[in-house]
């Protein structure tokens, strides 16, 4: 069994993810060798459950992996892993990398210039011209159009790229063999000719509410932003945007109308520190200062001297209470501790991630960065 071979098994596995199998190879350092492990070696890898090492000792009882990789090769699908050259280095980054890469179209496009669509799926008329407004400049300017695919935003994204002879990559929150939405159906086939359409599940996995979040760490983390138009305030597309901070990514925000309940979520963005947006220009423009300041940061500043980061009194007495603990807490958690209101302690949270002071982690937890 190669090791590409044995990520994609892994992958197949139920109830195992990236980060279970990031804690395995820290032992066992090769995915086969996971693979090959008795169950009394895998229940000693801290956080390694009964259930996990039974899923794995037993995985025959999955479907069969050969039978999905030749399913692959006649449909056209590229597999990509982890341990694969053209796996997109910038996924590496992110804290739970997707074991494997489904990928139908052109996966040389998952590198480069590449900025995120998002937004709502119950759009209005101004929201709907912005976005083909800012996917037409994007093609021109040479970027890569990167979305979920969903209704509302993402397909007019997607639309207005492929309409404009583009790249665009659709990452869905279900398997390449069971494509969601539906109604999507021709245009991911039209995205493939120049783009891609992928996916880290297995081909037949159904879309459910635990994937789309899921596929929204790998739309921000292919991209080298993330811009969102129109989406309320617990949407999607916050949770893309939030997902971008954490990766130490920009985020891109346009204003609307305040009596849209859809542009709350980029109104909030916009206070709490994303850059408003009014064109394409705008966008490309923080990645050409960010350039420059990078060039003229790295020839006057030494090594060892580090950047202050201003914090407010409300935020230092937050960021006290988690040194104090050292641990990830809840926001629960962190206002209990600094008896801070929990909505004082929410919209200062989400304030300190784009400052890059501190990282959500998995179970709604929050980290300082070291």
Not at 190 to 198: H, S
Not at 333 to 342: A, F, L, Q, T
Request: hydrophobic content about 40%; charged content about 25%.
């Amino acid at each position: 069994m190669t090791e590409r071979e044995a990520f994609f098994i892994l992958n197949m596995i139920s109830g195992i993810g990236p980060i279970t199998v990031k804690k395995l190879l820290t032992k066992f350092k090769t995915a086969d060798k996971i693979l090959q492990a008795d169950y009394k070696s895998l229940k000693s890898v801290s956080g390694i459950g009964h259930k996990v090492a039974e899923s794995i000792i037993n995985r025959q009882t999955v479907r069969d992996w050969q039978e999905e990789w030749e399913e692959c090769e006649r449909s056209g699908i590229e597999i990509i892993t982890q341990c694969d050259s053209n796996y997109p280095p910038q996924l590496l980054d992110i804290y739970d990398p997707p074991l494997v890469l489904y990928v139908k179209g052109n996966s040389e496009i998952l590198t480069g210039n590449l900025i995120a669509f998002v937004g709502s799926r119950r759009t209005s008329f101004y929201g709907v011209s912005v976005t083909e407004s800012f996917a037409r400049s994007a093609v021109v300017a040479d970027w890569t159009v990167v979305s979920g695919l969903a209704k509302g935003i993402d397909t007019a994204a997607h639309k207005t790229v492929v309409e404009s002879n583009g790249k665009t990559v659709a990452v869905i929150g279900s398997g390449l063999g069971h494509l969601y939405p539906q109604e999507n159906l021709s245009l991911a086939r039209q995205i493939c000719k120049d783009g891609a359409v992928i996916s880290e599940f297995p081909l037949k996995f159904p879309p459910d509410r635990r994937s789309f979040p899921m596929r929204n760490r790998i739309i921000a983390g292919l991209s080298r932003g993330t811009l969102v138009i129109e989406g309320g305030i617990k949407s999607g597309s916050m949770i893309t945007a939030m997902q971008s901070i954490e990766q130490g990514k920009p985020v891109f925000a346009v204003p609307g109308q305040i009596t849209n309940p859809q542009t709350r979520g980029c109104h909030k963005l916009i206070n709490n520190g994303a850059k408003l947006v009014e064109s394409f220009y705008d966008i490309t423009e923080e990645f050409t200062s960010q350039l420059s300041l990078n060039l003229e940061f790295s020839e006057t500043k030494k090594p060892e001297q580090e950047v202050e980061i201003p914090l407010n009194e409300l935020e230092k007495s937050l960021v006290s209470t988690m040194k104090e603990r050292s641990v990830a807490l809840t926001a629960d958690e962190i206002s209990e501790y600094s008896e801070i209101p929990i909505g004082q302690v929410l919209s200062t949270l989400m304030v300190l991630e784009m400052k890059r002071v501190l990282v959500q982690v998995p179970g709604m937890r929050y980290l300082l960065k070291n």
